[in-house]
């Protein structure tokens, strides 16, 4: 079975551009999420996906991230215009069902994307 | 304080057990997660227990969980050079189903 998929690996840009990242989920996982995890932290979600709908961003930074998932698979995380404190690994998480389903609601994980804004 | 609490860092010899620990505050919490982080990769579910659970034993992997002091352990038997990495405890957060992750335990295994 095929993992959770992100591009790009790696992202270097300068403060005030803008940034997009994409992630595809595991195939018939339901819901999808991005975390930002800073360095020596553990990961914050940004933002939960039940097929196409939000179903929590309260913590994403809505005046400059945004994401979507459209057609309830694929989903892209962007940010405009970036800050020097973006500078994070994002990373994507899908689950066949919400996390109270124990196993059925465990999280896995893609492998990141490396961003660094200078 | 802090929703999950983790030691930072845990140095351990080649074929001893490493017991990471990890404290939280939600006693409503229903699953407990433990995920490993090696360098440069994403993060990759080791196991769970559910919160009626004492112990939950998977191969070389034992968690075991007092929900009356809200602490949690992973214990590595026979821990080899391959468990070098960070290791995540994540309960679910009642409120909103969501899961928090602690700051991570950096386990180094020397030779």
């Known amino acids: 079975e095929a993992g959770v998929a992100q591009s790009p690996r790696y992202k270097i840009i300068e403060k005030r551009q803008s940034v997009a990242f994409w992630c595809n989920p595991i195939?018939?996982?339901?819901?999808l999420y991005w975390y930002q995890q800073i360095l020596g932290q553990g990961p914050k979600l940004l933002i939960q996906f039940q097929n196409n709908g939000v179903v929590d961003d309260s913590q994403l930074p809505k005046d400059r991230f945004s994401a979507e998932r459209l057609k309830g698979v694929d989903s892209t995380l962007k940010i405009q215009p970036a800050k020097l404190e973006d500078s994070a690994v994002y990373l994507c998480a899908s689950s066949l069902d919400p996390p109270t389903s124990g196993i059925m609601g465990a999280q896995y994980f893609g492998p990141g994307t490396r961003l660094l804004v200078l | 304080g802090e929703d999950v609490e983790q030691s930072l860092f845990l140095s351990v010899r080649e074929g001893d057990s490493s017991v990471i620990n990890c404290t939280y505050t939600d006693s409503s919490s229903t699953y407990l997660y433990w995920y490993k982080q090696e360098p440069g990769a994403g993060l990759q579910l080791l196991t769970y227990?559910?919160?009626?659970?004492d112990m939950k034993q998977d191969q070389r992997l034992t968690v075991l969980l007092n929900k009356k002091d809200k602490h949690l352990s992973l214990r590595i038997a026979d821990t080899q050079t391959g468990d070098s990495a960070i290791y995540f405890c994540?309960?679910?957060?009642?409120?909103?189903?969501?899961?928090?992750f602690g700051g991570g335990t950096r386990v180094l295994v020397k030779p």
């Open positions: 994540a309960p679910i957060k009642a409120a909103g189903n969501k899961l928090t």
């Open positions: 227990i559910f919160s009626n659970m």
């Open positions: 195939s018939g996982h339901a819901t």
